[in-house]
C-alpha cells in the first residue's frame, strides 16, 4: 500500500493465544550453519541467526511477535495511528522492543540500531524513491528479507504478489521459522491457522448466496481498493464473499466509482487506518450521491477491518472470521 498508510492495531481475539509469550526453540544449527531460503523468487543465504532485526510496518512486525521473536529485534518503524495497543495480541512484543520511527525505516535508523537483518517489504518500508532498498543495504553490509505479498512479479515495474496472500503468510513464517530455529513453532501457528480459516470457510455461503463484497480502503474522487493479488482478495473469498474488484489484475489500486455502481456490491468493507476514521468513511459512502443505489448503501452492510488486517500479517485469520460471521448474516 501507499507509503502513508498508518497501521491502525485493534485486538483479533482468536489468534491472542497464539501469538504471547512465545520462546525461541533451541536449534542445533541456530548459530553454528549458514541458511538458504527462497525469497522472492530467488535464492538467499544468511550466514548467521540474525540477532538484530529491525521491520517495518505492523503486519511484519508482528510475524516476528507471532514467532516468539521479539528477543531477536533492535526496533521496528510505523506510523502511531495505531490505537490502543494494551489489548493487541502481541502487547509485551511492543513493550520489549525499541520503536525506532514513527515514519518509515531509514538507512540512518538502520545503522544506529545496529541491524544485522531489515525485514521489510516493497511499498512497506522498500522504496526506490528514496534508495532504501536490499541492494544498498547489501552495499552497506546488512541483509534483508522481503515481505513475500509484496515480491515484485514482473507484470509492472511496481506490481506485487507471486502467490495467493494466505500462502505468502505460510511461506514467511515457514522461512522465518527456519531462519532462527523455531520451525515447531511456525509449523503450529500454520496449522492453527489453515483449521481456522478451513472453519470458516465449512459455514460459508455458496454459490450464488455468496455476497458481493467492495473493499473501500481510501478516496473520494477516485476509491482506492484491492485487486485479486492483495491480501484483501483472499481474506474476502475465504470469509464466504466475492471480491467486486477480482477481474482487476492488480494488488492496492485506484478504481472509478462508475465501476462500483457497475458492480453493485452486497457489503463494503472498510480499511480503517490514517486520518481519515471509519466512521468518517462510513458517512461518506453513507451519503455519496452515486452510490445512493448500491445494494450495500441501500442495506447499510458496511463493515471495518483494521489496515493490520487487510495486509499479510498474522492477523489475517481473525480477520477472516470476523468478516465471515458478518457475511452469514447478511443473505443475498
Wanted: hydrophobic content about 40%.
Amino acid at each position: 500500500m501507499r507509503k502513508f498508510l498508518a497501521a491502525a492495531l485493534c485486538l483479533a481475539a482468536t489468534v491472542s493465544a497464539a501469538g504471547c509469550g512465545a520462546g525461541v526453540e533451541p536449534s542445533e544449527d541456530a548459530t553454528s550453519s549458514a541458511v538458504t531460503l527462497t525469497n522472492c523468487g530467488r535464492k538467499v543465504t544468511y550466514d548467521k541467526v540474525p540477532e538484530r532485526v529491525v521491520t517495518n510496518d505492523v503486519g511484519i512486525t508482528e510475524l516476528m511477535f507471532a514467532l516468539g521473536l521479539e528477543d531477536r529485534m533492535a526496533g521496528f518503524a510505523m506510523p502511531d495511528d495505531k490505537g490502543d495497543l494494551s489489548g493487541v495480541p502481541w502487547k509485551e512484543g511492543y513493550e520489549k522492543v525499541r520503536w525506532l520511527s514513527k515514519d518509515q525505516l531509514t538507512k540512518e535508523n538502520v545503522l544506529d540500531a545496529r541491524a544485522d537483518l531489515v525485514f521489510a517489504g516493497w511499498n512497506y518500508g522498500f522504496r526506490d524513491d528514496s534508495g532504501f532498498t536490499p541492494e544498498a543495504l547489501k552495499k552497506i553490509g546488512i541483509p534483508s528479507y522481503i515481505l513475500t505479498e509484496s515480491c515484485r512479479n514482473g507484470r509492472t515495474k511496481t506490481s506485487r504478489g507471486l502467490m495467493p496472500p494466505l500462502d505468502a503468510l505460510y511461506t514467511d513464517l515457514t522461512n522465518l521459522g527456519k531462519l532462527f530455529g523455531v520451525e515447531k513453532r511456525a509449523a503450529s501457528l500454520i496449522a492453527g491457522f489453515k483449521k481456522q480459516i478451513a472453519d470458516v470457510r465449512a459455514r460459508a455461503p455458496k454459490g450464488a448466496e455468496r455476497p458481493k463484497v467492495f473493499l473501500y480502503d481510501s478516496g473520494q474522487d477516485q476509491p482506492f481498493t484491492s485487486g485479486r493479488y492483495a491480501a484483501p482478495e483472499q481474506v474476502i473469498s475465504e470469509a464466504g464473499g466475492v471480491n467486486v474488484m477480482h477481474d482487476v489484475a492488480d494488488s492496492w489500486t485506484t478504481v472509478g466509482w462508475e465501476s462500483v455502481v457497475e458492480r453493485d456490491p452486497d457489503v463494503i468493507v472498510i480499511c480503517d487506518y490514517g486520518d481519515v476514521s471509519a466512521e468518517q468513511k462510513r458517512k461518506f459512502l453513507l451519503s455519496y450521491a452515486p452510490l445512493r443505489n448500491v445494494s450495500a448503501v441501500n442495506h447499510r452492510r458496511i463493515f471495518v477491518l483494521d489496515y493490520v488486517d487487510l495486509v499479510e500479517s498474522p492477523r489475517n485469520p481473525a480477520a477472516i472470521a470476523r468478516l465471515g460471521a458478518y457475511l452469514r448474516t447478511t443473505g443475498r
